[in-house]
């Protein structure tokens, strides 16, 4: 069986050491952080690139989440408007049959008025007519 020689663990070790000492550590993905210009600032190739790649995928999220909340707004906006047009049409409905009643109201008392008014005139016409026979 062959050893292995303490050199070449001793080496492995340095370099074990070195690689992770010397590899960045990757920053918190967050709106701040994910800007072009704080990814460009990452040396190590690597961590930039799955950096970049968490914050694309962040990115993603947050664009479903706007959207997401964007569409319950528009929900939320059309059914408020839609009750308003509702009670608009509602209230005129109201109004135009308040307006009917009052217009037929009127021209009730208008004919009423007119048929008065020529019974009036028969009326004195026929008062003349027996106050000239009378005399």
Known sequence: MKMIKPQYIAGLVAVAAFTTACSEKMPDV???NCTQANIQ???DGQVREEFSDKCFDFRIEQGKET?????EQSQNNAQEMLENS???AESAYDSSVEALEDGADAAGDA???GVD????GANEAADEIDSATNN
């Open 41 to 43: 600032q990452i040396e």
């Open 30 to 32: 967050n709106e701040e």
């Open 86 to 88: 509702q009670e608009a």
């Open 67 to 71: 959207a997401s909340n964007l569409l």
């Open 111 to 113: 004919w009423q008025d």
């Open 117 to 120: 008014a020529v019974q009036d």
